[in-house]
């Protein structure tokens, strides 16, 4: 079984001011997963500019303190699963128009979280698709919190992946991203930074300290903060360049890629 993470910044315009789609990537990456005729296949996608925009707008997932405050994320919730959701419809109508089974599995059905990491999460219907050879389609959503503060969180299609990789235990985990893997720095802001082959602490990268975005998911530190946690369990993941044509296909069939490797 692989678990493929599509990252938000390939299949959305994530910089976009309202959600918006980049279908010319998203029907070319859901071309390439069905000429790689994977058995098994659990597809993880982020929410772009789908889920940023409302999340970050009604700071879902700091403490409510007021009833004024709680009626106000309600529907900053309820907006936010709404668009995330009709990102997961096109990816899924994307899937279907290659002929792949995919079937969309919203996190805020089957999970809930407490201080904004999973706690509970009904796997028994993914395994179940999975076995009748359906593609379960996730994503980067908002649940239920069971923290009184919070009352609700947003969980990132990163942790996601490692929730699902620690209970499932795939081969492999591919992370679709649109850069050619990790770099010692970063390197939209230094021309001469170093693609790392293997990463094995967030030592290995200079530029972490700065690289909290405006993404409420925590950007590219979060991400890391999430495989190196995969890695200490022996759980290795690889992240690629999903952006360029002809490489998910590759790397789905598990030929050796450019990429960075995350690993102990």
Do not use: W
Not at 20 to 27: A, E, G, K
Not at 59 to 78: C, H, N, V, W, Y
Not at 216 to 235: F, P
């Amino acid at each position: 079984m692989i678990i493929l993470k599509l990252g938000g910044s390939v299949i959305t315009r994530k910089d976009a001011t309202k959600p918006t789609l980049d279908p010319v990537n998203l029907d070319r990456i859901a071309r390439e997963i069905a000429q790689a005729q994977v058995e098994k296949l659990i597809i993880i996608h982020g929410a772009g500019s789908f889920g940023h925009l409302h999340a970050s707008k009604y700071a879902i997932g700091s403490p409510i303190t007021t009833p004024d405050q709680l009626r106000e994320k309600r529907m900053g919730f309820t907006l936010t699963q709404n668009s995330v959701k009709n990102l997961n419809h096109f990816v899924c109508h994307y899937l279907l128009n290659h002929g792949i089974p995919a079937v969309a599995v919203p996190p805020s059905s089957f999970i809930t979280s407490r201080n904004k990491r999973i706690e509970s999460a009904r796997l028994e219907m993914v395994e179940k698709y999975l076995e009748m050879g359906m593609v379960p389609v996730l994503y980067g959503d908002v649940v239920l919190d069971a923290d009184e503060d919070l009352k609700m969180a947003v969980i990132s299609g990163d942790q996601l992946v490692s929730y699902l990789s620690l209970k499932l235990k795939p081969e492999r985990i591919i992370l679709g991203s649109d850069v050619d893997g990790i770099f010692d720095r970063d390197p939209k802001k230094h021309p001469q930074a170093q693609l790392l082959e293997r990463v094995q602490s967030l030592e290995d990268l200079q530029f972490l300290e700065g690289a909290q975005t405006v993404d409420v998911t925590g950007g590219m530190a979060g991400k890391l903060a999430e495989l190196l946690e995969l890695a200490e369990k022996g759980i290795e993941s690889e992240l690629i360049n999903v952006g360029c044509e002809g490489l998910l296909e590759n790397a789905l069939k598990g030929e050796k890629v450019r990429g960075t490797i995350i690993r102990k």
